[in-house]
């Protein structure tokens, strides 16, 4: 490759990490706002989530054409190689992000008709946990640092341990009322897709593992999904 060929590539792949970053930071803050929706019963803050996926959507359809462009016409090879096909599953990983992150918004309009609860402070927590891991996964795999990486990955214990929480506090308001049973098993899938956005945000985490060190730790310690 000549030395303009060279820059000219690598000047593709930082605008192939900040196309990346764009995405998660839109992920992101999808997840915040469908939080916010549900715990205010805000119906038109719930259709922005949903429109905003579409945003997201279009994003990877971005992501991907560059990806693919990069591997047809670069031929990249060993560390270049791994960051362009992580860039792919990442970017396939956000796009789901924002499918959790409308199924929560969803939910608006189930909840929003039924008796409430008092304040769920988990879920709020495990809002917070996801959406933190979720931006860190990305800025490390912007900076490399697969220590981090792993760190972000431990995280995910939190949010399994706040999830399992949920479900015990939610039987026993199904207990204490048959008619809580509707409200419960919402706010349950609430929970579930949290845990599953944080599972996303640990695949990433993995994925920068992998870039860095050539080191595949997925399944390491992790539950059967």
């Given at each position: 490759?000549?030395?303009?060929?060279?820059?000219?590539f690598h000047e593709e792949l930082a605008d192939l990490?900040?196309?990346?970053?764009?995405?998660s930071s839109l992920a992101e803050s999808l997840v915040?706002?469908?939080?916010?929706?549900?715990?205010?019963?805000?119906?038109?803050?719930?259709?922005?989530?949903?429109?905003?996926?579409?945003?997201?959507?279009?994003?990877?359809?971005?992501?991907?054409?560059?990806?693919?462009?990069?591997?047809?016409?670069?031929?990249?090879?060993?560390?270049?190689?791994?960051?362009?096909?992580?860039?792919?599953?990442?970017?396939?990983?956000?796009?789901?992000?924002?499918?959790?992150?409308?199924?929560?918004?969803?939910?608006?309009?189930?909840?929003?008709?039924?008796?409430?609860?008092?304040?769920?402070?988990?879920?709020?927590?495990?809002?917070?946990?996801?959406?933190?891991?979720?931006?860190?996964?990305?800025?490390?795999?912007?900076?490399?640092?697969?220590?981090?990486?792993?760190?972000?990955?431990?995280?995910?214990?939190?949010?399994d341990a706040l999830h399992h929480s949920m479900f015990?506090?939610?039987?026993?308001?199904?207990?204490?009322?048959?008619?809580?049973?509707?409200?419960?098993?919402?706010?349950?899938?609430?929970?579930?897709?949290?845990?599953?956005?944080?599972?996303?945000?640990?695949?990433?985490?993995?994925?920068?593992?992998?870039?860095?060190?050539?080191?595949?730790?997925?399944?390491?310690?992790?539950?059967?999904?």
């Open positions: 490759m000549s030395p303009g060929g060279s820059r000219h990490k900040t196309k990346l970053l764009e995405m915040n706002m469908a939080v916010r929706a549900l715990r205010e019963r805000d119906l038109t803050l719930a259709e922005e989530v949903i429109a905003g996926d579409k945003e997201l959507n279009a994003l990877e359809l971005r992501v991907d054409d560059m990806c693919i462009h990069l591997l047809a016409l670069q031929q990249p090879m060993a560390r270049d190689l791994r960051l362009i096909t992580m860039a792919m599953k990442i970017c396939n990983d956000l796009e789901r992000v924002g499918d959790h992150a409308v199924n929560i918004a969803e939910t608006v309009k189930y909840l929003s008709g039924m008796p409430s609860f008092s304040r769920l402070p988990e879920i709020d927590e495990m809002a917070r946990v996801a959406s933190e891991m979720l931006s860190d996964a990305l800025d490390h795999f912007v900076r490399g640092d697969s220590g981090a990486a792993r760190e972000v990955c431990r995280r995910d214990d939190t949010v015990r506090i939610l039987v026993t308001h199904m207990m204490e009322d048959p008619r809580n049973i509707g409200p419960a098993m919402n706010w349950f899938m609430v929970s579930s897709n949290l845990e599953r956005i944080a599972d996303l945000a640990t695949n990433i985490a993995e994925d920068v593992v992998f870039l860095v060190e050539g080191t595949i730790i997925r399944h390491e310690g992790r539950k059967a999904e």
